[in-house]
Nanobody, 112 residues
Framework: QVQLVESGGGLVQPGGSLRLSCLAS????????LDWYRQAPGKERELIAT????????NIKPSVEGRFTVSRDNAKNTIYLQMNNLKPEDTATYYC?????WGRGTQVTVSS
């Protein structure tokens, strides 16, 4: 059974940083690409970035490129989303996804 558990969200001031984690289980992690999505209130869920099984970033959302970085640690079955220079418009619930499986999300609020 695939399980994805996000963590690391919180309240941060504009310009601040957060690192989100997604701990995965129930599949062969090292060979699987995974995605980060987010959903702001009243908006559709949107793709932020994909990390390939080789650790390459793909499908980076233009509005976060240069500020957000995706990485993975296969020894820990975890992917990360490093978010720098956060803006109020980054406020959302952040999810990781593997094909049809989703985590429950972690809330990120950017506010002064």
């Amino acid at each position: 059974q695939v399980q994805l558990v996000e963590s690391g969200g919180g309240l941060v001031q504009p310009g601040g940083s957060l690192r989100l984690s997604c701990l995965a289980s129930g599949f062969t992690f090292s060979t699987s690409p995974l995605d980060w999505y987010r959903q702001a209130p009243g908006k559709e869920r949107e793709l932020i970035a994909t990390i390939t099984s080789f650790g390459d970033e793909k499908n980076i959302k233009p509005s976060v490129e240069g500020r957000f970085t995706v990485s993975r640690d296969n020894a820990k079955n975890t992917i990360y989303l490093q978010m720098n220079n956060l803006k109020p418009e980054d406020t959302a619930t952040y999810y990781c996804r593997r094909y049809s499986a989703w985590g429950r999300g972690t809330q990120v609020t950017v506010s002064s």
